[in-house]
């Protein structure tokens, strides 16, 4: 019985020296860093600002490393717009070579413009946005809160990287209604309306109309104001107070009952806007 147990014993000792030796075949030596040294950062894990993961980059900047934490991780000075922790295992790291030659250096990103005392800077390319609600003030009616969608854009910012790319308020680019007007522009055959209506004046003979959409709403000086397209082609569209276009009201009731159905019952003002009933 002895005999068996230590050939056992033999035997496991043996399979695990060839474990290890294993392992050790295929792990990279562990590379060490100091602290202000610039490396690489493995993005395969991060969830970071892009419109499409097939587009992230493998590795992005290099980032200057600030500390070392542990045996094997090192916080980087990350941009402000991350909101993750910055302590990274080394294996996500990869040292940063500087250029040999002169002409191969890059050079370094623009200083922004100081306009009223804030920085503002230049936007390369706007490259998706998003849509979410927030609270507007108290319809004085009701006595309840109105909801307004408001619209985030991500921006690539001229002359940085990708990882400075930033999820930005549309009331914080208001320098920006060129770059906003083209991706507009790219993105019209993919808009999703909420409400449709056709005035039947419109109609031709033929059977053609051009229809009239409500693609979204906004709060503007304690009023809603409405963005009015006339037609498919996006050429007249423009923003509206409820009171300038009266001729849409039903158009306007049925975008607060088609949104409240994908948002919600507290998206919008109720009283004047409830469906009529049926034979009313």
Do not use: C
């Amino acid at each position: 019985m002895k005999l068996i147990h230590d050939e056992t014993k033999t035997a496991l000792e043996k399979a695990a020296v060839q474990m290890k030796n294993q392992y050790d075949k295929k792990k990279k030596a562990a590379v060490e860093y100091q602290i202000g040294d610039k490396v690489w950062l493995d993005t395969t894990n991060l969830h970071l600002a892009r419109p499409k993961k097939k587009l992230d980059d493998k590795r992005v900047s290099p980032f200057l490393i600030l500390e070392k934490h542990r045996p094997s991780a090192y916080k980087l000075k990350l941009p402000a717009t991350w909101k993750i922790y910055p302590v990274f295992n080394e294996t996500l790291l990869t040292a940063y070579v500087a250029p040999t030659f002169p002409n191969q250096k890059q050079n370094p990103p623009p200083t922004p413009d100081i306009i009223n005392d804030e920085e503002q800077y230049e936007i390369d390319t706007i490259l998706d946005h998003k849509l979410h609600k927030v609270r507007g003030p108290k319809d004085p009616k009701t006595g309840k809160y109105t909801t307004n969608t408001v619209t985030d854009y991500l921006v690539m910012w001229k002359g940085y990287g990708t990882e400075e790319n930033q999820w930005t308020k549309e009331s914080e680019l208001g320098y920006a209604k060129e770059a906003i007007a083209e991706y507009w522009e790219s993105r019209k055959d993919t808009i999703t309306v909420q409400a449709i209506v056709v005035d039947s004046n419109s109609i031709k003979a033929d059977g053609s109309y051009s229809p009239i959409f409500i693609l979204d709403s906004r709060q503007k000086d304690g009023q809603v104001q409405f963005q009015v397209q006339q037609g498919t082609n996006f050429i007249m569209t423009a923003w509206y107070f409820e009171h300038e276009i009266p001729h849409l009201s039903g158009l306007i009731k049925d975008y607060y009952w088609a949104s409240r159905e994908e948002f919600g019952e507290d998206y919008g003002p109720i009283d004047g806007y409830a469906p009529e009933k049926e034979g009313g």
